[in-house]
């Protein structure tokens, strides 16, 4: 890749097509893991990947996709076995190729959707990685969740040497199936160094074109496309478009800025042969200048207007946070961070240092309990680079450090960790010698920190200046150097953070002078103000400094803020969370507190049907909305259960029966391992007091009819993810409708559509677990 003044000049690479695709039309029988056949029939491997090649491939994909030791266990054969035959075959056929090894998700929903722990992910796919060295470069494809692929890419970085291509699978909403946003996306792949991004899978051509345009003005980075030759037609299996229509797609994607194009599901070395013309042609397209960012998976921030941040996550001088830390009272934390955020917070510092507790250990655990509930992205603060490192190997997204300093043994400790996780840093003016006195002096600290930054590759827009807010009380000179120091960082386009409040500590009437301190440091250019948020004043101060800096278009966030106050308004004092409230938000222990109090008053049914399914119901109506997401659904799911667990336990107390709405089987069909759409129904229908009996994946019709037989079950929900295992959904139906009283089914997956439902006699058609509620509904209402 070649960098001219604002533009990026790469050369086009032809990738390979699906590989499925041609395993079907070799004849072959093929096993339920499918890399099996780089040791059963390595012959056809060898064949296709000859086939690809010699349609233009310059780059083939390995047999490698799913090659995890968690899917070859019980196979007699090892991940070593499997994945060095795949890659020695895909040599052997493609000798003039660069030999990719393919990494595939895991098919487990990653904490806190589900179980399966970053450090479980990390473990899978460093062993895949670990046995497939001798291929020429790693590829991670067909990626839905975030945190997932971090895992898969830490793992490939720290286990070789090998460059790294990443693509995640979009969907028509521009997000990923667990919600992840494109620029979150791009955030935190380019933070973590990856060679080249993009997409496969998902979509056909068409659907990519304007992802592609989007991320070619998010990164600089060569940009993958790799789609399906068009949509799958279920009762088929076959896709819409042919090799000659994909190409004509396919030069929308590389006028949008694809430099990295092939072919995913439905394609075969025909339309490889048609889009080989690209091959070695110059791509030109505009550079992306760096600018500061940080994000999460469901929102990005570009750092070009003001964000505060959260201060309230800190134990300093909180006995109630430091009771929290000592017993690991995470919700209490957890219930910051949301009222931090519902005042107004866009990022939120979290400090949890505090004598006789893990700081790293604390530190990992309250990052991944945050980023269950709370979208906003976090400043992890620290002075112990071991506690900055465990957090920032676990945040889900692109995180910040707080922080590094122009002392040596702070940037030697820190600027890698902020390099190795692509995190930005706030950068404190002051070194070995302390504070200087006056703003020139922290100036030039801020200086060497830029320089010793870029010697490790590390940008200046990474970088977030505090020139250190000392107190009026004991330094009244200080804080015109402060804002003097505030003000040149502005002028040269750096970010800059203060922590506010400590200009008033030991004054009487600290929030006026805060509040005034606080409209001087903005009016000099103050990017990032750390204070309490839950104070009004300074919000509105915050509120009315973005409309005079013209950061609020319209004056629209203004008149929200201000347009229906009154003098007079005075925000209840709430000391208790409402169920409901609870449950939404996902606090788990409020949620337990209130339903205790909710059946000191109300049935055990009552609490059920008037509270618990009410704020299950708002949830599902925000994620049909799109103003929730898979996250934070589950999290409210989880929050439900504990609701559960508690009249369960009271029933059980009093002598009564427990709440049951009826009983659902649900099963992934034979030949078929995916279960992560399963499982979320699962949980949605459990909280909604439904007995579900979970039969797993890879279930054989007789299995599924066995069990509803003997549990009288009216309900049957069927998954399936490849078009493959459908006619096993078929079968499974067919058998179910032979017996005496035959139960209404449902079915779900990728592959399906209303039509074909409707053509293999299923009764419902279920695009997702609300979906599954409603139809639950449908069924137990009506018995």
Same mark, same amino acid.
């Given at each position: ?124 796919? $460093? ?83 304007? !992802? ?17 030759? *068009? ?40 339309? /490889? ?18 600018? %500061? ?84 992205? !976090? ?61 020139? *002096? ?30 009026? %009380? ?108 609870? /449950? ?49 659904? !589950? $999290? ?58 979970? !039969? ?88």
């Amino acid at each position: 890749m070649e960098r001219k003044e604002n533009t990026v000049i790469e050369t086009i690479q032809i990738l390979d097509g699906a590989t499925g695709t041609m395993i079907q039309k070799a004849g072959i029988d093929v096993p339920k893991i499918p890399e099996l056949l780089n040791v059963l029939a390595p012959e056809t491997l060898i064949a296709i990947h000859e086939a690809y090649a010699r349609a233009g491939s310059q780059i083939v994909y390995a047999n490698t996709f799913g090659a995890s030791p968690m899917k070859l266990e019980g196979t007699g054969y090892t991940v070593e076995d499997i994945v060095k035959a795949g890659v020695a075959n895909a040599r052997q056929g493609a000798p003039a190729c660069l030999v990719a090894l393919d990494i595939g998700p895991l098919g487990q929903l990653m904490e806190p959707m589900g179980s399966f722990s970053f450090e479980d992910a990390y473990a899978q796919f $460093a062993a895949m990685v670990k046995a497939g060295n001798d291929a020429d470069l790693i590829v991670i494809e067909t990626m839905s969740d975030l945190l997932e692929t971090k895992a898969a890419v830490l793992a490939a970085k720290e286990n070789s040497e090998l460059p790294v291509y990443v693509t995640m699978s979009f969907e028509e909403n521009g997000r990923t199936f667990t919600g992840c946003t494109l620029e979150s996306m791009a955030m935190t792949l380019e933070g973590l160094g990856v060679d080249a991004l993009g997409f496969n899978c998902s979509i056909g051509p068409d659907g990519m074109v304007g !992802l592609v345009k989007r991320l070619a003005r998010l990164t600089s980075l060569p940009i993958i496309a790799k789609p399906n030759a *068009g949509l799958p037609d279920p009762a088929t299996g076959a896709y819409t478009m042919d090799a000659d229509s994909f190409a004509a797609s396919m030069e929308q994607l590389v006028e949008a800025g694809a430099s990295r194009i092939g072919g995913c599901c439905g394609t075969d070395p025909s339309f /490889i042969e048609r889009i080989a013309r690209w091959k070695g042609e110059p791509l030109e397209r505009a550079d992306v200048p760096s600018q %500061s960012k940080v994000c999460t998976p469901l929102m990005a921030l570009e750092l070009n207007t003001i964000h505060p941040v959260g201060e309230r996550i800190n134990p300093t001088g909180k006995k109630r946070f430091q009771q929290a830390l000592l017993e690991e009272d995470l919700d209490y934390i957890v219930s910051i961070a949301l009222a931090q955020k519902e005042a107004g917070a866009q990022i939120l510092d979290v400090n949890v240092g505090f004598p006789g507790v893990d700081e790293v250990d604390m530190m990992r655990k309250v990052v991944k309990k945050l980023q269950s509930v709370v979208d906003v992205p !976090l400043l992890l603060d620290s002075s112990n680079p071991a506690a900055l490192a465990a957090g920032a190997r676990v945040y889900n997204g692109k995180p910040a450090l707080n922080s590094v300093s122009g002392e040596q043994a702070k940037l030697d400790a820190v600027l890698p960790i902020a390099k190795k996780y692509g995190a930005s840093m706030v950068a404190l003016t002051l070194d070995e010698r302390g504070i200087p006195a006056t703003a020139n *002096g922290r100036i030039a600290i801020a200086e060497r920190i830029v320089e010793r930054a870029k010697q490790m590759g590390i940008d200046a827009c990474e970088l977030w200046f505090d020139p250190l807010t000392m107190t009026l %009380s004991a330094q009244p000179a200080q804080a015109q150097e402060t804002l003097k120091a505030v003000e040149s960082f502005s002028k040269r386009g750096w970010k800059t953070v203060l922590g506010v409040s400590n200009i008033s500590f030991g004054l009487p009437q600290r929030p006026a002078v805060t509040r005034v301190f606080l409209a001087q440091a903005l009016a000099a250019g103050l990017t990032m103000p750390i204070l309490n948020v839950n104070v009004d004043a300074y919000m509105d101060t915050i509120a009315c400094a973005r409309l005079i800096r013209d950061e609020d278009p319209n004056a629209k966030a203004y008149i929200a803020r201000f347009g229906g106050r009154t003098m007079d308004t005075v925000a209840p004092d709430k000391k208790t969370v409402d169920l409901q409230v609870a /449950i939404v938000k996902g606090l788990d222990q409020e949620a337990k507190d209130a339903a205790k109090r909710a059946l000191a008053s109300l049935s055990a049914l009552d609490v059920v049907e008037k509270e618990l399914i009410p704020a299950l119901d708002e949830v599902g109506n925000r994620y049909e909305k799109g103003t929730l997401f898979l996250p934070q659904l !589950l $999290a409210a799911a989880q929050s439900a259960q504990a609701v559960f667990e508690v009249v369960k336990d009271h029933l059980a107390n009093t002598g009564q029966a427990s709440v049951k709405k009826g009983k659902i089987v649900l099963a992934t069909v034979q030949g078929d391992i995916h279960d992560i759409g399963k499982n979320i129904v699962k949980t949605v229908l459990e909280n909604y007091g439904y007995d579900v009996i979970d !039969l797993g994946r890879d279930v054989a019709p007789e299995t599924v009819v066995e069990a509803v037989a003997r549990h009288g079950v009216k309900l049957v929900g069927l998954s399936a993810l490849m078009t493959t295992t459908l006619p096993a959904m078929q079968e499974t139906i067919r058998q179910l409708h032979t017996l005496d009283n035959p139960p209404k089914i449902m079915v779900g997956g990728a592959v399906l559509t209303p039509a074909y439902a409707r053509d293999m006699q299923a009764d419902y058609y279920s695009k997702d677990a609300q979906d599954g509620v409603r139809i639950a509904r449908e069924v137990f209402d009506h018995e």
